[in-house]
């Protein structure tokens, strides 16, 4: 496994230097890249009406400096403790500015290593005896070495003081196993202002494939919205169960994303109850359908975000 992420690595390290290069010359033909690779055409940042639109022109031109700080695994936590929502959080174990820090042997047996500044730079340790602490340190360090945002212009993550931490290994109920044997079942809340509008379940992980569906506010499945993607299938014949604590994760989600014209906050369920697993202020796309991209990117309020640029908002 440790071989397969370090190879990664080394892709991750040349994009990273393509993608760095672009945005500090013209982070317009970055967004443009990512968004043409999806859509054959070029994103209107004029007068954006589409989601990815939107968010890419906040990114443009506003003070996105509390995206980081949402955005930020670590100090998100703080965060969410503002809110009122701290016993919606796993437990911490540690955190530290660089791996030559970690003390191996304080660490329980099982646990959760990840960076604090990018996507998918996770670790799940579930018997600390069979890895090797010098190789996970080692990698741990080169994730750290790539600054990501640069991919798409996600601005808000370079603002990010890198840092590793280590969490508690989350155990999802037994009724999610049955479904979902080969991952945790991830709830991504969409909401806007506070207002929840879909659910997006990502469930079945493995490497080259992942599991997908979406429904409204009410569970109500909107199976027209979404589309089948690279790796991203969905079972369209199979609805998903709505979750028993689906009300209770509702209101979480509301009171971290108030006051933000934006936001997907990530759930997983434990014992019956919502856990927070990340606040998310730009995200992958392609996954649903341009008309339902229009809709989501109809619920954004422009006009609560600070222009920092005096670019005017748009009409």
Known sequence: MLYALNKSFVYRYFAYLVHRYTCLKNPVAEINRVFHTNYGRNPDLVNPHHLIEKISWMELHCDVSEWTLCADKYRMRDYVKSRGCERYLPKLYAQWDNPGQIVWDELPDQFVLKTNNGCGTV???????????????????????????????????????????????????????????????????????????SVFVAYNRKPASLTVDLYDANWHRLKDCIQEMGH????????????????????????????????????????GKPVVGELTMSTGYGYFTEQYYYHLGDKVDLSMMKVIDGTPLPS
């Open 123 to 197: 670790l799940v340790v579930k018997e600390k005896k069979h890895f090797n602490e010098k190789k996970i340190k080692c990698m741990l360090q080169k994730w750290l070495a790539i600054p990501y945002g640069y991919r798409g212009y996600q601005r808000h993550y370079l603002d990010i003081k890198p840092c590793v931490i280590a969490e508690e290994l989350l155990s999802q109920d037994k009724s999610l196993d049955l479904i979902s044997p080969q991952s945790m079942v991830d709830f991504k809340v969409w909401c806007f202002d506070g207002k929840v509008e």
């Open 232 to 271: 991203y299938h969905t079972q369209f014949d199979v609805e998903f169960p709505r979750p028993s604590c689906f009300e209770e994760m509702k209101s979480v989600a509301s009171a971290l994303s108030k006051g933000h014209p934006q936001m997907r906050v990530d759930f997983y369920v434990v014992n």
